[in-house]
Nanobody
């Protein structure tokens, strides 16, 4: 069972990035998925989640700027990040829920990817 995140990098404030998370079929089937992030010196925090059927929920800090989506045929979840701010700088982790629903609780997530670094310069 593996989650492989990619797409991080260095971008200027106001720019965009798209993160991808490829999952093994066993991980992805009927699972809610999410992105969390951890900035230097801070706790890991919830960013966005999507249910198996496509319902979404966002942290207030990213609402209106980030979009989570999934392609079940490709076992992949995406995070489109627009209007990036320096405070979005963090390592972003994708995670697979034990359940098919949305959840912002990290304790509900059984599988975690290795993280991809996003750096937003001012």
């Amino acid at each position: 069972v593996q989650l492989q995140a990619s797409g991080g990098g260095l971008v200027q404030a106001g720019g965009s990035l798209r993160l991808s998370c490829a999952a093994s079929r066993r991980t992805f089937s009927n699972n809610g998925m999410a992105w969390f992030r951890q900035a230097p010196g801070k706790e890991r925090e919830f960013v966005a989640t999507i249910s198996w059927r496509g319902a979404t929920y966002y942290a207030d800090s990213v609402k209106g700027r980030f979009t989570i989506s999934r392609d079940n045929a490709k076992n992949t979840v995406y995070l489109q990040m627009n209007s990036l701010k320096p405070e979005d700088t963090a390592v972003y982790y994708c995670a697979a829920n034990r359940y098919p629903a949305v959840s912002s609780n990290s304790g509900d997530y059984k599988y975690w990817g290795q993280g991809t670094l996003v750096t937003v310069s001012s």
